[in-house]
């Protein structure tokens, strides 16, 4: 029987699958949740294979509750920083739902506290596709409470 899992500081996508929209040899979508700030996930402008739309999808291999994410990004040229992109959610990975959704974001790190959810699978859309670069996507349950800081 699924029980939601408790509040806590854990980071649910920490070393989870993850897949972009495009599949190529060369992308590393695992350092958006390795936990390593000086990696990360990167489309670039000459990018031949990405066009249009994109997205990073979690699997988090069974269902969590969640109402906080994260996201990290600190590419050397600041145009690559996602400034627009939702939060989506999905049981099946295949039918998404939007959680959230962020414009104009100017900031290398974005915490934002939504209503809490329960999925399996979760994705960040970004609308305008590259160039873009994550570091770390993160997700917690923290039952309204500020995540706390090592």
């Known amino acids: 029987m699924w029980k939601p ?5 854990d980071n649910l996508a920490f070393g989870k699958y993850v897949r972009p929209r495009m599949l190529a040899c060369m ?3 695992f350092a958006a949740v390795d936990g390593d700030l000086r990696t990360a996930f990167t489309i670039y402008a000459d990018d031949k294979l990405s066009f249009g739309e994109d997205w ?3 699997d988090l291999e069974k269902p969590f509750t969640i109402d906080r994410y994260v996201l990290i990004s600190k590419p050397p040229d600041p145009k690559w920083r996602p400034d627009t992109f939702t939060l989506q959610r999905s049981d099946d990975g295949f039918c998404w739902v939007n959680v959230d959704s962020v414009s104009h ?12 959810f329960t999925a399996r699978f979760v994705r960040l859309y970004l609308p305008k596709g590259k ?3 994550v ?7 923290t039952g309204g409470k500020e995540l706390r800081r090592n």
């Open 105 to 116: 974001n100017a900031k290398d790190r974005t915490e934002r506290a939504v209503p809490e």
């Open 27 to 29: 992308d590393r979508p």
């Open 5 to 9: 899992n408790p509040p806590g500081n």
């Open 135 to 141: 570091n770390e996507f993160e997700l917690y349950r």
């Open 56 to 58: 990073l999808q979690f």
């Open 131 to 133: 160039p873009f670069s």
